[in-house]
């Protein structure tokens, strides 16, 4: 029964990962068609980006208050969003179909790494010596990706720190590295390293039987 139970849950979540994997290569490829055909393609002043921002709000303009919690005071120090405008120009268009053709790769490859190592979890194979691969390629997307993702927030940020002006308000730039995401990382490393430490147990014992 518990070998049914296992089965199961691999079966379920490799279905739900080609679910993922196809959803995504739908998005890549659409993204793709955008991309090539940015130049060209007419706005018509209905073309509108969205980017991540940072603000910093003036205390002097929007003050913060919570009666039910008793006298006190209370600051936004730091608000993060999404800044929508006009494209302007087709051009523009490059950057972020870019930027999101690289993620949707990134994603890609992690879903097929992910793919692969329940296949054969389902097969019944968990020590097998390509699961080592599997999980190590996992945990370096997801170490590469935040840095990744901090760049593009980053340069995101800047673009509306140099060309955008608000009352009250004051947008800023600042490199947020989320560590979590890389120990995150780390942690599948060292899971890689226990399937490699159980696929050479397993392969002694092989030889020894």
Known sequence: MRAVGRWSLSSFLSGVLTMASVAVAIALVLAMLVLVASP???LGGNGRLGIPVALQIDEQAL???APSLGP????LTKVTGTL???APSRRS???PMLTLVIMLLLASWALQQLRGLFRTLRNGEVFAPENVRHVQRVGWAVILAEPARALITYSAQTFAQSHFIGDGIRFVAKFDLNLGTIVAGLAIL???EVFRAGTRLDEDQSLTI
């Open 72 to 75: 006190g005071t209370a600051k």
């Open 63 to 65: 003050h913060v208050g």
């Open 190 to 192: 060292v899971i890689a």
């Open 93 to 95: 268009l490059i950057a």
């Open 84 to 86: 929508e405008f006009t």
């Open 40 to 42: 060209w393609i007419d």
